[in-house]
């Protein structure tokens, strides 16, 4: 059985399975039967309000959900969305080195209209001929 210890602190394994589960559009319903006979949707909701969860029944919920055991013992909700915040959300600084384009967008975006527009009026020429060989053969 786990004890405190094996935990991180203020982490809630049973709201990060549920967490997994509902990311992956999983009902309670479903993940009872997939636990097998023993299970209902009543246990697995008493399962998702644990704070500890057993080793072995851990493994076989994070086998179902296709995730590590670790991800749902340290999925840490508050700091997943300081990260996020803090690295995607408009921060300039932390944006500045990662992307830097060295052409403008909008030339490389005129050159493919261009290149479009001579493709286009390549085949628009080949059709028209065509259409003349076709006018050609019919007049005979």
Not at 6 to 14: A, C, L, V, W
Not at 62 to 85: G, M, R, S, T
Request: aromatic letters at 6%; charged letters at 30%; glycine letters at 4%.
């Amino acid at each position: 059985m786990s004890t405190a210890t094996d935990s991180p602190k203020n982490i809630h394994q049973g709201r990060n399975v549920k967490r997994f589960r509902e990311m992956l559009g999983l009902k309670q319903e479903a993940l009872a039967l997939a636990l097998g006979d023993d299970w209902s949707q009543k246990r697995v909701s008493l399962l998702e309000g644990k704070e500890l969860i057993e080793e072995d029944i851990l493994a076989q919920v994070a086998a179902i959900l296709k995730v590590p055991v670790e991800a749902i013992k340290n999925f840490d909700e508050e700091k997943a969305i300081y990260n996020i915040q803090n690295n995607y959300e408009g921060s300039s600084s932390n944006y500045s080195g990662l992307y830097q384009c060295t052409f403008n967008p909008l030339d490389k975006l005129i050159e493919l209209v261009e290149e479009n527009k001579k493709l286009y009026e390549q085949l628009l020429a080949s059709e028209r001929e065509k259409v003349e060989i076709l006018k050609g053969k019919s007049n005979s």
